[in-house]
């Protein structure tokens, strides 16, 4: 089921979105500042390639207060802005009984790109 749904998920925008996020990560690797943003970019893009069948988990990777310091920093630079997209899809999704689980695959990316730092898609 999950290979059907990642399959739909490609046809259907996931693979112009990803290229999106891969295209602003290589832009944000172009500085020393941007390489942990871009990074940052290339997860959310591995996530949104292949959504079904994967979670976001939280974790103590040792950044520290790092962490919450690079969360602000895209936070105001264009992660609010994109999270507010994918919650925008999630609820035109939702109003159909067939968008329902794209409509959850959406939140999940939601919670991803608000705030990508102390995160890992396993």
């Known amino acids: 089921m999950n290979f ?3 399959l739909i998920w490609l046809i259907f925008g996931g693979l112009f979105a990803a290229l999106g996020y891969i295209v602003g990560g290589f832009v944000l690797c172009l500085t020393i500042f941007g390489i942990p943003f871009g990074l940052q970019c290339f ?24 962490s919450i310091f690079f969360n602000i920093i895209w936070l105001l630079c264009g ?43 396993i």
């Open 4 to 6: 059907i749904g990642n």
């Open 43 to 66: 997860k959310i893009a591995g996530l949104v390639l292949w959504p079904f069948g994967r979670r976001v988990i939280s974790t103590s990777n040792g950044m520290g207060c790092l």
């Open 79 to 121: 992660g609010l802005y994109t999270a507010i997209v994918h919650l925008f899809f999630a609820a035109i999704l939702a109003v159909t009984i067939i968008g329902i689980p794209f409509a959850r695959q959406h939140l999940k990316l939601m919670e991803l790109s608000l705030m990508p730092f102390g995160k890992q898609v």
